[in-house]
């Protein structure tokens, strides 16, 4: 709580200081905000561009601001940026589609599925049935977000992912707080309805 | 005004898996993620090493960012120059006029011989001879 006040003030030590907590919230929050955009845009590229984008225009633009605004400015600017590379892939796939039309084979479709039966080796924690229970849990968890409508999954997971408010939730997505509160519970039973088909109780 | 109990503590579940998905997130993510996280943050500190003269006490969100302010500086600094160059000209131009002013006013020859058009002939004559 100190640290709001004393960033009233400029000194260069009080600067400093303001360098670490930038810096200590992008590592909060960075992993958090690659898994979004991954649900989102469904690539680990164009995933780690946009959280670069989104920390840099953080880091540029508002970096001057109370710390306490910054998950709220952060997740806007994410949103926006996940929305910008939306744009520019619907004009990249336009002309793919244009172009491919005059190439004889066809495209490999994206399978969802695939990627759930791929083990993960990077987990290396001592009781494997137990790791493993858990990370498909996961990765059923993920794969029904990324299934998701785009509105519901920002909203579902701003609120209760961020931790932001209501009001807060409908700022950065740019709604109602009303539309918020349906997106958010036509997500959570989405969820809660495809982890019990596969029969897992979240 | 709040979500029903059941569902916001069904959504808190479901996003303590995701904690954990994060939390055990690829090494080589993670490293790709802390180099963003780095070059993000150079854009923080590169301009506190640079010449800040038009940021300096702004405001609260332009200390480290491009100020449109920073912008006006070098137009500024340049009008600026440029009024000091006609004002030094001018400056110039005065004393160039006052020195021959004083120059004609100590000659021998009243200041009316210069503008006497038989002095001329005169002159010439003389000098011819």
């Known amino acids: 709580m100190i640290r709001y006040h004393v960033k009233e003030c400029y000194s260069g030590t009080l ?67 996940i929305r910008d590379y939306y744009r520019r ?11 491919s039309s005059f190439s004889p084979h066809q495209e490999e479709e994206y399978d969802p599925l695939e990627t759930l039966e791929v083990a993960d080796d990077s987990n290396k924690i001592h009781r494997p049935e137990e790791t493993l229970a858990r990370s498909q849990v996961v990765k059923l968890i993920e794969l029904a977000l990324k299934n998701l409508p785009a ?17 807060q939730t409908a700022a950065a997505m740019g709604c109602s707080e009303g539309s918020v509160k349906t997106h958010c ?4 039973h989405a969820v809660a309805a495809f982890l019990k088909s596969k029969g897992i109780e979240p | 005004m709040n979500e029903p109990t059941n569902e916001y503590g069904l959504a808190k579940k479901i996003t303590r898996h995701l904690d954990y998905g994060v939390a055990n997130l690829d090494n080589r993510l993670q490293h790709r993620l802390q180099t963003a996280r780095q070059r993000a943050l150079k854009a923080y500190a590169e301009p506190r090493h640079s010449f800040s003269l038009a940021g300096a006490g702004y405001g609260h969100g332009s200390r480290h960012s491009h100020s449109p302010f920073r912008a ?7 009008v600026l120059g440029l009024m000091f160059v006609t004002y030094w000209q001018n400056t110039q131009e005065m004393n160039d006029v006052s ?8 000659q021998d020859l009243p200041v009316h011989a210069f503008i006497d058009n038989g002095f001329d002939t005169w002159l010439e004559g003389s000098s011819q001879e």
Request: no cysteine; proline share 3%; charged share 25%.
């Open chain 2, 72 to 78: 006006w500086v070098p137009l500024a600094l340049l």
């Open chain 2, 99 to 106: 020195e021959i002013d004083a120059h004609l006013l100590a």
């Open chain 1, 15 to 81: 600067q400093l200081a303001t360098f670490q907590e930038l810096s200590k919230f992008l590592a909060e929050v960075e992993r958090r905000a690659y898994k979004q955009a991954l649900f989102a845009v469904r690539d680990e590229h164009g995933a780690l561009d946009i959280v670069q984008d989104s920390m840099l225009k953080l880091t540029e633009k508002y970096s001057g601001k109370p710390t306490e605004e910054f998950p709220m400015l952060f997740q806007r600017i994410l949103q926006n940026t």
């Open chain 1, 185 to 188: 519970s036509r997500a959570t």
């Open chain 1, 89 to 99: 892939q619907k004009v990249r796939s336009l002309w793919t589609t244009l172009l």
């Open chain 1, 151 to 167: 509105r519901q999954r920002e909203a579902f997971l701003l609120r209760y992912w961020e931790e932001l408010d209501v009001s």
